[in-house]
């Protein structure tokens, strides 16, 4: 028991008038305590499916078809529907995305941090849950009185920040940001990361943000992973993904990054995404590859993997 | 601020009200003081000489003999005190009296039945939209929506006809039965209440559809709002979702509609309880208009005018206690 984090296979699809779009493909994700991951990909290519399929939250038109998630030796996918309810936000946490509206525009602040804490631990003292949300609320620097206020009276990184302050009330075990960043100006996003990793340091959880801006995952973040089209095409520590990446598709993205230090938000590499409704056969990248194998456009590259859980999925690196 | 804005408000339509029911009898050639008694002369009881001493007379007695501009300013004046003048046809009784005397059917009846239908058809509404209903739940609050083509008008006519008249289950018509001795005794009181049913349910059920499918349409989009969204991943229990982020939020615009709704509200329930032979409003509004008695039928029509538009003001008065983002936009 190693790990405390351990998806295997996990695939979803999602169900519309056009077909069956498979969101995630055989996904396969370890991560160790207090470890941090940045997962990255354009948009489309499944990394919100990923997070919310860990939370048990995909919705119809969508559905989990297939394999585990395993936190501290508990799959999440085997709970019953009431199990499962107490796991959110005590053993993992979602930060979604799309913070701006994600807090109740009629309730105060103080109120929403409550009702999160009342859902877990029902028979708890007010003012014992109170001293909670103001540690909550000083770890995400904010002052005490925004308790008091409402969503409207607050910036947009303020919110952020207390949606990131009840996503580490209960101190869950992993933390998942999505796009935390996606909305707010520059200066604003450096702060909302940096807080990020304060609270993650202090209560020791693992971190999987989810984004766009390699710059911001270089800086912090330990590990890396790449998807492509609804799976995960790489999995490297941060040095390698930006000194050496090993699959071509990770490859493209760091050169198109922009040239000093190789920081900022990819701007996409040549040629289309494709549609998850029509993939394409063997390597879902090989239209795109300029390093293309005879067998890429027949044959699904199978996993080459390295020490501690690191891997790329490329025909290239398959030992014959 | 805004209180201030709104009493203005209120005030420009009581002006503006009145104005119009001032000015409109006093446009036409035809004096109704004159109308009503030729009808009395014409059954025998006076000759055409005492006939316009009498007009005269009334006329005098109705300030009809000043000047038009003394006449509006003693008008404008009388219905902000809430003195519509005299009934000619039950003469020495006020308006301000006949409608004392019939408001309160009226208010109970409205009262009763727009908060159950509101609350009824905004619940009913919620749970056909809310996912995590029980498939027959969502069935049949969804149905629910086949009443919106209903109107109340309709409703009426067709309980008397079934379940008054074939059925006899409930009384026909009436405010209570014939016989019986107004008094505050129980038995009075239930008496009462049973002809009270078949008129608060045709109120009920003739605005019951348009809450649902309205709040059915809210719902459906407030579930998928990303307050909601985050309120399930933080591992609330869908009762509390349901109540405090879902609930809650959709109703705010259902509160503006009800404001609105309000003037149809008190129409429907003034030719309902006529239908129905309630000794309400609707009914003094129409013994009024069959005897051409045009102070009352004014009188009243301006006194509806003044309270919509105060109920209107007062549901926006109260708003901001439902919707902080209001409360801060007017501070
Ligand atoms: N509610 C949905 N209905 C249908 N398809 C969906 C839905 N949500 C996501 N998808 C499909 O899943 C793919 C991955 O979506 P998502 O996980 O949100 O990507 P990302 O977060 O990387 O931008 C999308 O390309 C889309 O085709
Ligand atoms: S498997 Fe082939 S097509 Fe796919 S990335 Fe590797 S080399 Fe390119
Ligand atoms: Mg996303």
Redesign the pocket.
């Known amino acids: 028991m190693e790990h405390l984090l351990d998806i295997t296979g996990l695939t ?1 699809s ?3 008038d056009i077909g069956r ?1 498979i ?2 493909n055989q996904v396969d994700l370890r991560l160790k305590q207090g470890e941090k991951l940045g997962l990255v ?12 399929a860990m939370m048990r939250m995909i ?1 119809p ?2 559905k989990v078809e297939g394999g585990s998630v395993v936190i501290g030796g508990v799959d999440m996918l085997q709970l019953s529907d009431k199990e499962m309810l107490k796991r959110r936000l005590s053993t993992i946490s979602y930060i979604p ?1 799309g913070a701006m509206n994600s807090l109740n525009p009629v309730l105060k602040i103080k109120r929403q941090m409550i009702d999160a804490y009342r859902a877990h631990y029902p028979d708890h003292k007010l003012d014992q849950i109170m001293d909670l949300a103001h540690e909550a609320m000083r770890s995400v620097e904010l002052p005490e009185h925004v308790l008091e206020m409402h969503p409207h009276e607050l910036s947009g990184g303020m919110k952020q920040r207390v949606c990131i302050a009840i996503g580490i009330l209960l101190r869950p075990q992993i933390i998942i940001a ?2 935390p960043t996606s909305a707010l100006d520059v200066v604003t996003q450096r702060q909302v990361i940096e807080t990020l990793n304060r609270v993650q340091q202090k209560i020791g959880s693992a971190l999987i943000l ?1 984004g766009h801006d390699m710059g911001l995952m270089a800086q912090s973040m330990d590990k890396v992973a790449v ?1 492509y089209a ?1 799976e995960i095409v790489e999995i490297n520590d941060v040095q390698t993904v930006f000194t050496s990446p090993k699959h071509p598709y990770t490859q493209a993205l760091i050169s198109s990054l922009p040239r000093l230090q190789n920081r900022g938000e990819f701007r996409g590499i040549p040629g289309m995404a494709p ?3 029509r993939l394409p056969s063997g390597c879902r990248f090989h239209p795109r590859c300029n390093q293309q194998q005879p067998q890429c456009q027949t044959t699904s590259p199978r996993k080459s993997v390295f020490e501690d859980e690191k891997y790329v999925t490329c025909h290239l690196y398959e030992a014959t | 601020m805004f209180v201030i804005k709104r009493l203005l408000f209120v005030l420009l339509v009581v002006w503006s009200a009145s104005t119009i029911t001032f000015f409109i009898p006093r446009i036409s050639d035809i004096n109704p003081i004159r109308e009503r008694f030729a009808e009395l002369a014409r059954l025998g009881g006076f000759s055409a000489g005492e006939l316009e001493k009498i007009v005269e007379s009334y006329s005098k007695a109705f300030g009809l003999d000043k000047p038009l501009m003394q006449q509006y300013f003693d008008y404008i004046g009388g219905v902000m005190t809430l003195d519509f003048g005299v009934s000619l046809n039950k003469f020495p009784k006020t308006v301000l009296m006949l409608i004392a005397e019939s408001l309160p059917w009226t208010i109970g009846l409205i009262l009763v039945t727009t908060i159950l239908s509101f609350v009824i058809g905004n619940l009913v509404g919620a749970l056909a939209a809310w996912p995590l209903s029980p498939k027959w739940v969502r069935g049949v609050s969804t149905s629910f929506i086949l009443f919106q083509g209903v109107p109340p008008v309709l409703l009426a006519i067709l309980l008397i006809f079934f379940v008054a008249f074939k059925l006899n289950i409930l009384p026909i018509a009436g405010a209570y039965s014939i016989g019986t001795v107004p008094d505050f005794t129980f038995e009075f009181l239930l008496d009462v209440a049973r002809h009270q049913i078949l008129p608060g349910i045709a109120l009920i059920f003739g605005s019951l559809g348009t809450w649902v499918l309205s709040m059915r349409g809210m719902g459906i989009t407030i579930q998928g709002e990303d307050y909601v969204i985050f309120a399930e991943h933080k591992g609330l229990s869908s009762y509390t979702i349901f109540k405090d982020y879902y609930l809650r939020n959709a109703l705010l615009p259902q509160v503006t509609a009800l404001a609105l709704a309000l003037g149809n509200v008190i129409t429907s329930a003034i030719v309902v309880e006529t239908i129905f032979g309630l000794p309400g409003l609707g009914f003094v509004l129409i013994t009024a208009i069959r005897s051409n008695d045009f102070l009352v039928i004014y009188g009243i029509v301006l006194f509806i005018t003044i309270a919509v538009a105060v109920l209107m003001a007062l549901v926006e008065l109260l708003y901001p206690l439902l919707d902080p983002r209001v409360r801060q936009g007017q501070e």
């Open positions: 979803v999602y169900y519309t779009a969101a995630l990909g354009e948009s489309g290519s499944g990394k919100s499916t990923m997070g919310l919705k038109p969508g995305q999505d796009e989810i998807m609804g549609s998850l409704y």
